[in-house]
């Protein structure tokens, strides 16, 4: 059984989820909490992190040309 402090607190008496809930499966499944990712261990719904720091401006990938096709004789 997992302790339920983990994900309750009481905030001006009212509970407060510590936890992210699952949009899929409803309140009553939590999201697991990894390093990069928050998943669910019901039906697989998966969130993943951001890299980088909060409020940092994320670096745009530019996208190669794709090569132009040649015919080989």
Avoid: E, Q, W
Wanted: proline residues 4%; contains cysteine.
């Amino acid at each position: 059984m997992t302790d339920a402090s983990k994900y309750y607190k009481i905030d001006d008496g009212k509970l407060v989820r510590t936890h992210r809930v699952c949009p899929k499966c409803g309140p009553s499944y939590f999201l697991a909490d990894h390093y990069d990712r928050s998943s669910c261990g019901n039906c697989g719904y998966t969130v993943f992190k951001r890299k980088g720091k909060k409020g940092a401006a994320t670096v745009a990938r530019s996208r190669r040309t794709p090569r132009k096709r040649t015919k080989s004789t």
